[in-house]
């Protein structure tokens, strides 16, 4: 009698919420001893490069969440065994897809929804425009009862840096405020920004100078990594906020301090980081006219049901031989 196959071995990394396994059905892919999966969970986040090819160098696949983990050339060449990696969203800047293909690695992705990052935008937006937190942290201090005085949205200018799925969606929020909404893009053309109700700005530094709210929403890349540097954050209103949800990088980082410390602008609502987690003692975590959240922008129920579900789609579609959802 033939012993079964031995399962393939999946680690999940950077299950922050230990929401992995209850967010799909994962026994679909489960099982010991048969040729199918044993699923292990990593909730912690390695980022000594020995101790997370340690804990995943036995592994045949890996689940990882957006760019949490980057798996570059050096760490995948160290990973030998390595067979499949599954990532939430269609887009992972920090794997290296033509690496991993040339090692015979198939990538595969997810949908992933614009809602829950346009609905955390406009967190930020009326969290900056009404200061709740800092007068949410003077409740729970005991501090003095109503110290700010809140910014009216509506007749107030929303400057979108990007206008795709996501820009779109906050820009038809912004007009519900009653906000006059200006885009720009490097591509953005008139008819497109009509099409959202909006105005087009005819230059980056145009639309900086005019908003009180600027909200960045580009794919990060060489071309608009750095995109805002400091004579773009000196051309915005000195009462205006910068909003960013997309990525850290679009931004200068020691200009954005200076800004914030300097008082170029009157603060902003950020939810991405060049370094993730933040570090303990970053500055941007202790500044008062900054609204600081933990990437937070994609972390819903629903989001999350729709990343791992697909996930274990995605490993059945590649123990079928049929593979979906592949990257390129």
């Not at 299950?15 to 699923?39: K, M």
């Not at 912690?44 to 804990?55: G, M, Q, S």
Request: hydrophobic content about 45%; glycine content about 10%; some cysteine.
């Amino acid at each position: 009698m033939n012993s079964p196959a031995p399962a393939l071995r999946c680690a999940i990394l950077d299950d922050y919420q230990g929401v992995a396994l209850s967010s799909a059905d994962w026994s679909r892919v489960e099982g010991r001893g048969d040729g199918r999966v044993e699923v292990r969970v990593l909730r912690e986040h390695l980022t000594d490069r020995e101790a997370l090819v340690a804990a995943v160098e036995d592994c045949e696949i890996l689940v990882v969440m957006r760019e949490r983990t980057p798996l570059d050339a050096e760490l995948l060449a160290r990973l030998p065994r390595l067979r499949l990696i599954v990532t939430s969203g269609m887009r992972n800047a920090s794997v290296d897809v033509a690496a991993a293909r040339a090692r015979g690695v198939t990538v595969c992705g997810t949908d992933s929804s614009p809602v829950p990052p346009t609905e955390l935008t406009w967190a930020l937006i009326l969290g900056l425009a009404r200061q709740t937190h800092v007068e949410g942290r003077a409740m729970r201090e005991g501090g003095p009862w109503q110290s700010t005085v809140g910014m009216d949205l509506a007749g107030r200018t929303l400057g979108l840096v990007g206008l795709g799925k996501i820009g779109g969606r906050v820009a038809r929020i912004g007009l519900a405020f009653g906000m006059d909404v200006v885009a720009w893009s490097p591509h953005l053309t008139d008819e497109r920004a009509a099409e959202h109700g909006v105005r087009r700005a005819a230059s980056l530094p145009g639309l900086l100078g005019a908003a009180d709210v600027v909200s960045l929403h580009l794919v990060l890349s060489d071309r608009t990594r750095g995109l805002l540097g400091e004579p773009e954050l000196r051309a915005m209103r000195s009462h205006a906020y910068l909003v960013n949800t997309s990525r850290a990088g679009l931004v200068d980082g020691p200009a954005l301090l200076r800004a914030l410390r300097e008082g170029w602008i009157a603060g902003a609502g950020l939810d991405v980081y060049e370094t993730e987690p933040l570090p303990a003692d970053d500055p941007l975590r202790t500044l008062p006219n900054v609204l600081a959240l933990p990437h937070l922008g994609y972390v819903t129920e629903a989001n999350y049901a729709r990343y791992f579900g697909q996930a274990v789609e995605d490993i059945e579609a590649f123990l079928a031989g049929a593979p979906v959802r592949e990257l390129s």
